[in-house]
């Protein structure tokens, strides 16, 4: 059960990493809010686009190898992530910005809620380094077909439901 959890938080993982890819502006903007990035009278300075999209690269290459590679390792880097991205969204919340970025433009309102599934995944992504995270193929190999199905079916359905709570 704690490998399927932790599963899901990869894929969530992936996804906020694939978002910044795809729309680095938001969290561009809140980099720059956070005054770690320039801006320039408002405007994006481009610096702040392509630290977004390396932010997210790595993002998907931590969620995909925790999830192909599996391993202690991987887990207490999602955990670090996760932990940071909590810090993130309180960050964000604290200054009244309207958005901390994570999921691109789609990207909610920072809220507790927000900060809270963030920090139980850091919490899952802990416990699955304490106990030696397994990658998806392995956990499910040995499954029967149905059982396979239905853990998969519950990871993706959990992932997609942490990432509509922390989208518009």
Not at 81 to 109: D, E, I, M, N, Y
Not at 129 to 151: E, K, M, S, Y
């Amino acid at each position: 059960m704690l490998d399927a959890a932790y599963w899901a938080v990869c894929l969530v993982l992936v996804a906020s990493g694939a978002t910044k890819v795809a729309e680095p502006d938001a969290f561009a903007r809140a980099l720059g809010a956070f005054g770690v990035l320039p801006q320039r009278s408002g405007a994006l300075d481009p610096t702040g686009r392509w630290t977004a999209v390396v932010i997210g690269l790595v993002e998907i290459g931590v969620g995909f190898n925790a999830l192909v590679i599996g391993g202690s390792l991987l887990g207490w880097v999602t955990a670090a992530a996760f932990a940071l991205f909590t810090v993130v969204v309180l960050v964000a919340r604290a200054r009244g910005l309207s958005s901390c970025g994570c999921f691109g433009a789609r990207s909610g309102t920072p809220n507790l809620a927000h900060a809270a599934l963030n920090a139980g995944s850091a919490v899952v992504c802990g416990a699955a380094a304490l106990a030696g995270p397994v990658a998806l193929a392995d956990g499910l190999d040995g499954l029967g077909r149905a059982t396979a199905i239905a853990v998969v079916a519950g990871v993706l359905a959990v992932a997609a439901a942490i990432i509509v709570v922390d989208t518009r």
